[in-house]
C-alpha cells in the first residue's frame, strides 16, 4: 500500500514479500475458501482483493458521489458480475487482510448489488447476488481534502473531528475518489503507527511498493512536523487522535480522497 516501510504478508495459500500499508509483520491473512458446492470454473476465478487487477468488470462512473451508506458482507466467497446474471469474472472472499470483507453499495437491483472492490483498476465495481450476504448501513463518512491536506470524519451530519493530515507527495499521489476502509491491522512489534487501515483503492503511479501492490491506508506517523505536507507514497498520515477515530469506523464506511 504504499505504507512508508515494509511489511511481510504470509498467508497458507499466498505469499508476498512488504505488502505496503496493509500487513503488519507476523500478521497473516486467511486464505478463504469458495462456497460449498462452487465449481471448479468459478474457483479458477481471480479473486477481487488488494492483490488482484481484473478485467471485464464496470467502473465506478460517479467517483465523487455521496455512497448510501449501505454495506454487505459475503459470509462465504461469491461470484462477482459483469452484469446481473451475467457470467462471473471474479470471487469475492468473505475475508482478506485479516478482516472480514464489507463493501460499499453503489447500486442495487432486483435481487443484486454493484459493490466497490478492492482491486486494481481503481474505482472498479461488480455486482454479486443479495441473497447470502449479510447487509448494515455506517452512518459514517470519512472525507480527505488533498488540497488543504485535512481530514473530517463524520457521523451523519455530526462532525467527529476535522485534523491536518499528510498526503501523497507530488510524484506519489494520493489517489482521488470514492473508496471505503476495508481492514484494520495491529502490529505485534512497535512500528512507526499503532494501526493500519488499509483502504480499497491504490497509487496511480506506483504499481509495487516494498513488494506489495500499492494499496494506500491511514496510519499514524510520530513526527508530527510531517502534517499539513504532501511528503507520503500515497498513504493518508494522520495524528493519534485521527486514528484512534478512523479504527472505530465499520468496514466498507465510505471514504472520499478529494482534490
Aim: glycine share 10%.
Amino acid at each position: 500500500m504504499p505504507l512508508d516501510a515494509p511489511y511481510r504478508l504470509i498467508g497458507a495459500a499466498l505469499v508476498a514479500t512488504s505488502l505496503v500499508a496493509s500487513t503488519p509483520a507476523g500478521v497473516a491473512a486467511s486464505p478463504v475458501a469458495p462456497a460449498s458446492g462452487a465449481s471448479i470454473a468459478a474457483t479458477a476465478l481471480p479473486q477481487a482483493t488488494t492483490f488482484t487487477e481484473l478485467s471485464g468488470l464496470p467502473q465506478d462512473t460517479d467517483t465523487f458521489g455521496k455512497l448510501s451508506g449501505v454495506v454487505v458482507h459475503p459470509t462465504r466467497a461469491v461470484a462477482v458480475h459483469a452484469s446481473p446474471g451475467g457470467r462471473p469474472a471474479a470471487t469475492l472472499p468473505a475475508k482478506q487482510l485479516g478482516s472480514q470483507t464489507w463493501v460499499p453499495v453503489v447500486e442495487g437491483r432486483k435481487g443484486w448489488y454493484r459493490v466497490l472492490l478492492p482491486s486494481k483498476p481503481n474505482h472498479v465495481t461488480g455486482w454479486i447476488k443479495a441473497k447470502g450476504l449479510k447487509k448494515a448501513r455506517s452512518r459514517y463518512r470519512a472525507i480527505v481534502k488533498l488540497g488543504t491536506r485535512q481530514l473530517t470524519v463524520m457521523n451523519a451530519n455530526k462532525k467527529l473531528g476535522t485534523w491536518t493530515v499528510a498526503v501523497g507527495g507530488p510524484e506519489t499521489p494520493t489517489p482521488v475518489g470514492r473508496t471505503f476502509m476495508l481492514a484494520v491491522m495491529s502490529p505485534k512489534k512497535k512500528t512507526y503507527s499503532p494501526l493500519i487501515l488499509p483502504l480499497g483503492t491504490h497509487s496511480a503511479t506506483l504499481d509495487t511498493f516494498g513488494g506489495g501492490p500499492g494499496t494506500v491506508a491511514f496510519h499514524g506517523w510520530p513526527d508530527r512536523k510531517v502534517f499539513g505536507q504532501a511528503v507520503t507514497h500515497g498513504c493518508v498520515r494522520v495524528p493519534a487522535r485521527a486514528l484512534k477515530v478512523l479504527a472505530g469506523l465499520p468496514l466498507g464506511t465510505p471514504v472520499l480522497i478529494a482534490p
